[in-house]
């Protein structure tokens, strides 16, 4: 069963929680006390397509319509 967490708790404690979710555990995010969203590791068979990589922005930003072309 996954683990219950406060949206808060998660914010304050980012770090930890990336942690054991590289390490393969799951959580489901409560705000409010209701299910809002549901954190999972990302398995080795799913691919990602990669559009755009921002760490070779341009410092100072890039015009818009050369970011749109590699969209």
Same mark, same amino acid.
């Given at each position: 069963?996954?683990?219950?967490?406060?949206?808060?708790?998660?914010?304050?404690?980012?770090?930890?929680?990336?942690?054991?979710?590289?390490?393969?555990?799951?959580?489901? /995010?409560?705000?409010?006390? =209701?299910?809002?969203?549901?954190? $999972?590791? #990302?398995?080795?068979?799913?691919?990602?397509?990669? /559009?755009?990589?921002?760490? =070779?922005?341009?410092?100072?930003? $890039?015009? #818009?319509?050369?970011?749109?072309?590699?969209?």
């Amino acid at each position: 069963m996954e683990n219950l967490i406060s949206l808060k708790d998660l914010r304050l404690n980012m770090e930890q929680y990336a942690a054991k979710v590289k390490a393969g555990a799951s959580f489901i /995010v409560l705000k409010q006390s =209701k299910p809002f969203f549901k954190i $999972v590791p #990302i398995t080795s068979d799913e691919r990602w397509e990669e /559009v755009i990589d921002f760490t =070779k922005l341009k410092k100072g930003g $890039v015009n #818009i319509d050369e970011l749109l072309a590699r969209l």
